[in-house]
Nanobody
Framework: EVQLVESGGGLVQAGGSLRLSCAASGFTFDDYAIGWFRQAPGKEREGVSCIYTSRGTTYYADSVKGRFTISSDNAKNTVYLQMNSLKPEDTAVYYC???????????????WGQGTQVTVSS
């Protein structure tokens, strides 16, 4: 059974940092792309970043380029999202998702975690 468990969310002031973790199990980690997505109240879910764990290739939404960094620890089956210079508009529930196909920042991933709340105060 595929499981994705996010952690690391919380409340932070604008300009601060958080690191999210996505612990994965139930599939061959190296064969999958892992993405981070977010959904703010009243808005559609959007892609933030993704990593192809076998190659280390990464992609970022324009809104987070230069501030967020995605990485993976394949030995721990875990993907991280380091978020720096946080802004109030980054406030959202953050989800990680996994899929063996290369969906990039599309929402077409098959497997999703439950999400972790990130709140950035001004």
């Amino acid at each position: 059974e595929v499981q994705l468990v996010e952690s690391g969310g919380g409340l932070v002031q604008a300009g601060g940092s958080l690191r999210l973790s996505c612990a994965a199990s139930g599939f061959t980690f190296d064969d999958y792309a892992i993405g981070w997505f977010r959904q703010a109240p009243g808005k559609e879910r959007e892609g933030v970043s993704c990593i192809y764990t076998s190659r280390g290739t990464t992609y970022y939404a324009d809104s987070v380029k230069g501030r967020f960094t995605i990485s993976s620890d394949n030995a721990k089956n875990t993907v991280y999202l380091q978020m720096n210079s946080l802004k109030p508009e980054d406030t959202a529930v953050y989800y990680c998702a996994a899929d063996p196909r290369g969906w990039g920042l599309s929402l077409r991933y098959d497997y999703w975690g439950q999400g972790t709340q990130v709140t950035v105060s001004s």
